[in-house]
């Protein structure tokens, strides 16, 4: 899931740009976010971007739209969720969660 999420952000920041992550705990779940102040998602792409084979039109080819289908079926396999926030022209923000075990 980072790996992949790390990644995308890699390829969509600037040279000089950033990229954080975080870790935050939400009762009963863990809460970790990959941010980066790239050039953001368009809002009707927003709510597709899980989709299988769905990609932002316009921007550099090379994945194959599956990478955050495969993340949403992992993290709600493990009984989480993910989501994006984003701005266009300010960056994006990939957040999934995962419950904390007993």
Not at 26 to 46: A, F, K, T
Not at 48 to 57: A, G, H, M, S, T
Request: charged residues 20%.
């Amino acid at each position: 899931m980072l790996t992949n999420l790390i990644s995308n952000a890699l390829r969509y920041v600037e040279k000089g740009g950033h990229i954080r992550l975080r870790a935050q705990r939400i009762e009963p779940h863990i809460h970790l976010s990959v941010r980066d102040d790239g050039p953001g998602i368009p809002l009707e792409y927003q709510t597709r971007i899980f989709q299988k084979f769905v990609q932002v039109k316009g921007r550099e080819p090379g994945g194959t739209g599956l990478g955050l289908a495969i993340c949403k079926e992992i993290v709600r396999a493990h009984g989480g969720a993910i989501w994006v926030d984003s701005s266009p022209g300010r960056g994006s923000t990939f957040t999934f969660t995962l419950p904390i075990g007993p």
